[in-house]
């Protein structure tokens, strides 16, 4: 395993390598990437903005975002808070305890990607699943939703259809769910006691 500084060109290559089609690859941003090979395991929480501390800081010059030629496993959340967010493309599988994203990622996985909570909140994203989507709870609000699942979407889902080639909404209700510091009175999802439990690391779901 190893990490190191890629081109656009060294990794247009790379994706070619791998069946990532140009129609997905070609709406990331061209750029530097951070290329990490093999598979790779995040203790903590993956930030996808600028100015805080993040996986392989040690690459210098890369611009645009990261490269996981393999399977991704973050122990903690995937999370961004500021426009301009880094781009992150897994080449495998990402699991995660959680995505909180609510500005403008471009975030491209072509395996499977599981999680126990899902929320979005924003229009100009790139999103693209190439395999299942599944968490027990995914809120997608103000249009955020995926641009393409080419598995299945499965959870408790807001809105209960997504662009997904096959959906599994269990329709649970978020009570019998969620731990009852993320819900509001109304019974939907505390985005930001989503946020805030998320990145401390602390239970997300009902045992």
């Not at 395993?1 to 656009?8: E, P």
């Not at 903590?44 to 996981?68: C, H, K, Q, R, T």
């Not at 996985?109 to 126990?116: I, L, S």
């Not at 096959?166 to 939907?188: K, R, Y």
Request: contains cysteine; proline residues 5%.
């Amino acid at each position: 395993m190893s990490t190191r500084y890629i081109t656009w060109d060294e990794a247009t290559d790379l994706f070619e390598r791998r069946g990532l089609p140009k129609s997905v690859w070609e709406n990331l941003y061209e750029g530097g990437y951070a290329l990490h090979t093999g598979d790779a395991v995040v203790d903590g929480n993956f930030p996808l903005n600028s100015g805080e501390p993040a996986p392989w800081d040690e690459v210098e010059d890369w611009d645009i975002g990261y490269i996981v030629d393999g399977d991704l496993t973050i122990t903690g959340g995937l999370y961004d808070v500021d426009d301009g967010a880094a781009a992150l493309v897994v080449l495998g599988d990402l699991r995660m305890a959680g995505l909180h994203t609510t500005c403008d990622p471009k975030i491209v996985v072509t395996g499977d990607t599981t999680a126990e909570v899902v929320y979005g909140e924003y229009s100009d994203k790139y999103l693209v699943f190439q395999g299942d989507l599944r968490a027990a709870v995914q809120v997608w609000l103000s249009e955020s939703e995926p641009d393409h699942i080419a598995g299945t979407a499965s959870g408790s889902l807001t809105p209960a259809t997504l662009n997904a080639a096959h959906v599994d909404n269990t329709a649970t209700p978020l009570s019998e769910l969620l731990t009852p510091e993320l819900l509001t009175p109304e019974g939907d999802l505390d985005a930001d006691a989503f946020q805030s439990r998320l990145l401390a690391g602390e239970r997300l779901l009902l045992p």
